[in-house]
T-cell receptor, first 110, second 110 residues
Framework: GQQVMQIPQYQHVQEGEDFTTYCNSS?????IQWYKQRPGGHPVFLIQ?????EVKKQKRLTFQFGEAKKNSSLHITATQTTDVGTYFC??????????FGAGTILRVKS | NAGVTQTPKFRILKIGQSMTLQCTQD?????MYWYRQDPGMGLKLIYY???????DKGEVPNGYNVSRSTTEDFPLRLELAAPSQTSVYFC?????????FGQGTRLTVV
């Protein structure tokens, strides 16, 4: 079945440093979604990318969807302590199953 | 709108006991999902539903059952609880785009 892989598993950065997490799918995706889960919380939808090569920005967050629609990245510029949490990518599989990557845990040292 | 509501929030079960995790949504979404999240890990899909009366297995369905008699409700049943089912369980719903998650149920089997 479809697999969504995410790296790195864990990243610890100094406040103000940049952060990037990468997502790769074993199959072409119709869209890719990104979610954020704060410690002790539930996943919250951030954004959806649909078009090949698409780039979207939300303040300090930049999301990219690869040309082949099999990979994606989330980049945070100048991290803040409020960025702490786990970032997940997810892609729809057959029958609209939503398959999640393993997530990247971000810790920010102030 | 309450969104996606899960009950209970916490539960301790003894090995071999059974229980039902409740999930209800008031957004009239066709798609509903059950995920489990083990500590520091990603979201594994247990079961999903594309509409009332239709359910299908996800990645880790063993030891669980579901039903979808109405659009609003998607309960998850554990028949014979095992320590390996200790986890946080998230229910989610979707209109066919991205997912909305409940607050989660933290289940411990001892």
């Amino acid at each position: 079945g479809q697999q969504v892989m995410q790296i790195p598993q864990y990243q610890h950065v100094q406040e103000g440093e940049d952060f990037t997490t990468y997502c790769n799918s074993s199959t072409t995706l119709s869209n890719i979604q990104w979610y954020k889960q704060r410690p002790g919380g539930h996943p919250v939808f951030l954004i959806q990318l649909v078009k090949s090569g698409e780039v979207k920005k939300q303040k300090r967050l930049t999301f990219q969807f690869g040309e082949a629609k099999k990979n994606s990245s989330l980049h945070i510029t100048a991290t803040q302590t409020t960025d702490v949490g786990t970032y997940f990518c997810a892609g729809p599989a057959y029958g609209n199953k939503l398959v999640f990557g393993a997530g990247t845990i971000l810790r920010v040292k102030s | 709108n309450a969104g996606v509501t899960q009950t209970p929030k916490f539960r301790i079960l003894k090995i071999g006991q059974s229980m039902t995790l409740q999930c209800t949504q008031d957004m009239n979404h066709n798609y509903m999902y059950w995920y489990r999240q083990d500590p520091g890990m990603g979201l594994k899909l247990i079961y999903y539903s594309v509409g009332a009366g239709i359910t299908d297995k996800g990645e880790v369905p063993n030891g669980y059952n579901v039903s979808r008699s109405t659009t609003e409700d998607f309960p998850l049943r554990l028949e014979l609880a095992a320590p390996s089912q200790t986890s946080v369980y998230f229910c989610a719903s979707s209109p066919g785009t991205h997912a909305f998650f409940g607050q989660g149920t933290r289940l411990t089997v001892v």
